[in-house]
């Protein structure tokens, strides 16, 4: 009986005693590999134990290891894990080498409501800059151990440029510390015998102007090299690589030198693409951005033996004070950059803060750019030409503002809506000098880029003081200097005007290739878009219809391709849901269309892709609408195109809204 006994306790007591065990095993978090070999090697974490799983649990994203709690760079609730409920899971993310060490922790969160105890967390409480609630550490549960990277002066955010200088390319990268390297490159893969040194700068925290820039947002962006790779023979493959024999080299890459002779010309471009980030931050990423990306690699490859080059419309990284945002930006880009040059020009979330330099009362520059005041900008690109502006404060001059670059058939002059742009500013006078010194019988095409637009249907840009300045101003320069096409972004749609002049559509057989047609291309993958869908309860009463100067208009993400001979210019809006072609203009050359040679395109000015339905077509309008009719044809091309226009008022266009329900704060 007292063995019975005995044993009763023994058990008793091995079960309370694992039951105890089971109370206060703690979390653990378990990150692997310890050490990453290259930038975006994926990352494994594992946590165990979670008592209770909360839905508001979170995990923390930290670099430098050492960052404070509520420094984190980013953040994933654990909810998003499909076992989380369980207290354990595991999910796997790429990790960016930014030159400094991660660690990564668990926290218990908690919910902000109504009946949430606010004088608890008060000190607690933060808001991400649209204004949700950021997560609340409560309860530090877990942390990991500190993660390295291999090499933290691996060459990292490759990316190509061309230069002033004919027979040129200019390459940059970053590492951690200031080491002299070096790009060397060949024509061969295993035969790179040239090199070049290449020159350094960086930035640093007293030169960014406001918060959060200088603040919270602040990371070392390294050291920014770069160095020019001369001497190239027109179209040929060059392979390169940069680095030096102390820290080590990149992989090689390999281009095509641009020829200056060319018959032809092949570009993407878009605007306003932003970041993607596997985790949550302070500002919304621009996630479709990899979509575009993905496109955009196959272009390249298609392209293949041939000068490709590369257009991105300003609002670039999107990183608004955040410096990491632009170490993923430049990571994310070097698939393509690292191969075609990558042109740029500056956005308001480059540029504009409270006290630059050119402010009028009319304008709608705000604090978009986080603080940064153009410096990243400037000093993570070099374009061709030497345009440079003074802040005004102690932060260095903002550069690559306007300049011009020839590349086949086509010359692109790029400039900044963010800074004077008036007739008497330097700018404009640079604009008017170059437009007029084109040789037309060298590059027969002009295309006109800025981020800005001058005219779009989009309700609040096309009310904004700065859109009615920039048509003032330039509408008559483009005009007289027989200026082919004006792409720009800001606007996050694609949308294709007919040939305008005031505000007007100009009758084909009038337009003669004078005037230029006008494109919004800030389709690159920014989420956020302007409503222009009918009223709540009000569906025949349109916010903001599609003028009948709208020959094309749609939110879907893409970008555009551009192709050009010396007779005519195609462009196409290629969607990012299914990577095909979705509008597409052909614009003949001048010289042609004066001397009568110009052979006619398979389709017009104003029409849509053949195989297309026409923009206005309203075939799923469940709208009642009355039928008229406007009559169009381009240069000899006989037909009509319908449109259902409502006598009154412009009818409403239904449009693919994948992200209509997002509302515009910025754009």
């Known amino acids: 009986m007292n063995l019975y006994i005995f044993h009763l306790l023994l058990a008793y007591f091995v079960w309370g005693f694992s039951m105890q065990k089971g109370i206060i095993e703690a979390t653990t978090l378990d990150a692997r590999p310890t050490t990453l070999k290259y930038s975006g090697d994926n990352i494994t974490l594992t946590w165990r134990n979670v008592d209770s799983p909360s839905k508001y649990d979170w995990l923390g994203i930290y670099m430098p290891s050492d960052s404070a709690i509520d ?158 790779m001369g001497g190239l023979s027109s179209g040929s493959r060059y392979y390169y690589q940069v680095g030096s024999n102390v820290e080590g080299w990149s992989l090689v890459y390999s281009f095509i030198a641009p020829n200056p002779q060319a018959d032809e010309t092949n570009a993407l471009l878009f605007g306003d693409m932003g970041t993607y980030v596997p985790y949550s931050t302070f500002h919304y990423a621009q996630n479709e951005s990899q979509n575009t990306m993905k496109w955009l690699q196959r272009d390249i490859n298609e392209i293949g033996d041939k000068p490709s080059f590369i257009s991105h419309l300003g609002d670039l990284s999107y990183a608004r004070g955040y410096s990491w945002i632009w170490d993923t930006f430049l990571s994310q880009i070097e698939p393509i950059a690292t191969r075609s040059p990558y042109h740029v020009c500056m956005g308001n979330h480059e540029y504009d803060w409270p006290k630059q330099p050119f402010r009028p009362n009319w304008s709608s520059y705000g604090n978009d750019s986080g603080g940064e005041c153009g410096v990243p900008y400037s000093k993570r690109f070099i374009m061709p030409g030497n345009s440079s502006l003074p802040t005004g404060t102690s932060s260095p001059n903002t550069s690559n503002l306007y300049y011009s670059v020839n590349v086949g058939v086509v010359h692109f002059l790029f400039y900044s809506t963010e800074i004077d742009f008036q007739p008497k500013s330097d700018q404009y006078a640079f604009i008017a000098n170059d437009l007029q010194s084109v040789d037309r019988k060298k590059t027969p095409f002009v295309v006109f880029l800025g981020h800005r637009p001058l005219y779009t249907s989009d309700y609040r840009a096309s009310l904004d003081f700065t859109t009615q300045k920039l048509i003032q101003t330039f509408e008559s320069l483009l005009i007289k200097t027989k200026v082919n096409v004006a792409f720009c972004g800001h606007v996050h749609k694609y949308e294709r005007m007919c040939s305008l002049q005031n505000s007007t559509c100009i ?161």
Request: aromatic share 10%.
């Open 71 to 228: 420094e984190y760079i980013g953040y994933i609730l654990l909810s998003t894990c499909p076992t989380w409920s369980t207290g354990s899971c595991s999910l796997q993310i790429p990790l960016i080498n930014m030159r400094s060490p991660y660690k990564f922790r668990i926290f218990r969160g908690a919910s902000i409501n109504a009946t949430t105890n606010l004088t608890v967390f008060k000190n607690k409480i933060k808001l991400d800059k649209e204004g949700n609630p950021l997560p609340i550490a409560s309860r530090q549960l877990a942390v990991s151990s500190v993660i390295h990277f291999y090499n933290y002066n691996e060459p990292t955010q490759i990316h190509l440029a061309l230069t002033s200088n004919e027979g040129a390319m200019r390459v940059m990268f970053v590492t951690r510390d200031p080491i002299k390297s070096k790009v060397r490159f060949g024509t061969g893969e295993d035969d790179l015998q040239m090199a070049v040194d290449a020159k350094i700068t960086t930035y640093s925290q007293n030169d960014m102007c406001d918060e959060p820039a200088n603040s919270t947002g602040w990371r070392d962006p390294g050291f920014i090299h770069n160095a020019i």
């Open 507 to 667: 009758e084909p057989s009038k337009v003669n290739g004078k005037l230029p047609i006008y494109m919004v291309i800030g389709m690159g993958g920014h989420a956020h878009q302007s409503k222009d869908d009918p009223l709540e309860n009000y569906s025949n009463k349109s916010i903001f219809p599609q003028p009948i100067w709208s020959l094309f208009r749609t939110f879907e993400w893409g970008y555009v391709r551009l192709h050009a001979t010396r007779h005519v210019m195609t462009i196409s809006y290629v969607g990012n849901h299914d990577g095909k072609v979705h509008d597409t203009v052909e614009i003949p050359c001048f010289d042609d269309l004066k001397s009568g040679t110009y052979v006619e395109p398979h389709q017009s000015f104003f029409d849509s892709s053949s195989n297309k339905p026409l923009p206005c077509d309203r075939s799923n309008n469940v709208f009642p609408f009355l039928f008229i009719f406007i009559i169009g044809c381009c240069l000899g091309i006989s037909g009509t195109i319908y449109y259902k226009r409502n006598q009154n008022q412009h009818a409403w266009v239904p449009l693919n809204h994948e992200e209509a329900s997002t509302s515009n704060t910025h754009l």
